[in-house]
């Protein structure tokens, strides 16, 4: 009971505590346990969550009165530094309450950060990629696709937006597939394939907003511009159900005297430009009839 987190004499929850790591004593433990079951269990995957925020004031943890959580965090830190020294193949998933620690020791030590457990509806998933990805990498923002009842899978209104809205960060998933019917399967596996086809430049992207970030607004378009190395660019583009029928946006960056060929994701061919005329022009995007997400890819050519 002694390596618990207490602030004020309080574990801060009724039914649950917090082993404090900056305690030499409950941190050896933890790694002892855990180093044990990955060594028996030889997992590809640890998510590694944390529900429960006690600044501890507790004496006997090499902490003091007002800095409990910064030791409490750096003895994190070390021990996932210990994990990655260990086991250089396993990956990390930084979840901790839903996206609450998101930092750049964060992104050191693991692999991918789950944004929010608001991970539902589209445009709320849109609105913490486009924000987190202005600081951090794309490749290192997870959501996943659900089966929820206002976005269903089933029969689903509208499965590309719910989809592609996953795209432009980790394409995750969680849902029964026995709940969806061939049909339902085939289409999703149509928009996972998608993703594979993007998924070499998504995961060494930049990201740049074309647009406001994505706010709850209907009236609005929201569009997400990702640089790969190689000069491929892809646009994310979403159309709110009040917006208007078309917009024009100027993508970023672009080698002024590249011809880029644009194409969207399913395949149809939308014009040859330079980089310039693009930037100077701008590329307008008309709403589909049959989705309100569309993905556009700018190849260079030469």
């Not at 030889?42 to 009165?65: E, F, M, Q």
């Amino acid at each position: 009971e002694s390596w618990l987190a207490t602030s004020g004499g309080d574990y801060q929850s009724d039914d649950s505590a917090m082993i404090c790591l900056a305690g030499q004593a409950g941190r050896q433990w933890v790694v002892d346990h855990l180093t044990a079951f990955i060594d028996a269990v030889h997992p590809d995957y640890l998510k590694w969550d944390n529900n429960l925020w006690v600044n501890c004031d507790r004496g006997g943890h090499g902490h003091g009165a007002a800095d409990g959580s910064f030791a409490h965090v750096t003895a994190l830190y070390q021990i996932l530094d210990a994990l990655r020294q260990r086991y250089p193949a396993l990956l990390i998933e930084n979840c901790s309450g839903g996206g609450n620690r998101i930092d750049f020791a964060m992104l050191q030590y693991t692999d991918v950060a789950w944004m929010s457990d608001q991970t539902s509806p589209s445009i709320r998933v849109r609105h913490n990629v486009e924000g987190l990805s202005l600081i951090f990498p794309p490749a290192y923002l997870l959501s996943f696709v659900t089966d929820l009842g206002w976005e269903p899978l089933h029969n689903a209104p509208d499965l590309p937006l719910y989809s592609r809205s996953r795209m432009p960060q980790v394409f995750g998933m969680s849902f029964r597939s026995l709940w969806l019917s061939d049909a339902d399967l085939a289409a999703l596996g149509q928009q996972i394939g998608f993703y594979k086809h993007l998924r070499p430049l998504v995961t060494a992207a930049t990201a740049t907003a074309l647009t406001m970030q994505a706010n709850g607004d209907e009236k609005n378009w929201d569009i997400l511009q990702e640089s790969g190395t190689n000069g491929g660019v892809v646009l994310f583009a979403f159309s709110g159900a009040a917006a208007p029928a078309s917009t024009t946006v100027s993508p970023a960056n672009l080698s002024p005297d590249t011809v880029y060929q644009v194409v969207s994701i399913d395949g149809s061919v939308r014009g040859v430009m330079t980089g310039a005329d693009l930037t100077r022009n701008g590329l307008t995007i008309t709403r589909s009839p049959v989705t309100a997400a569309q993905i556009l890819l700018l190849f260079p050519q030469r």
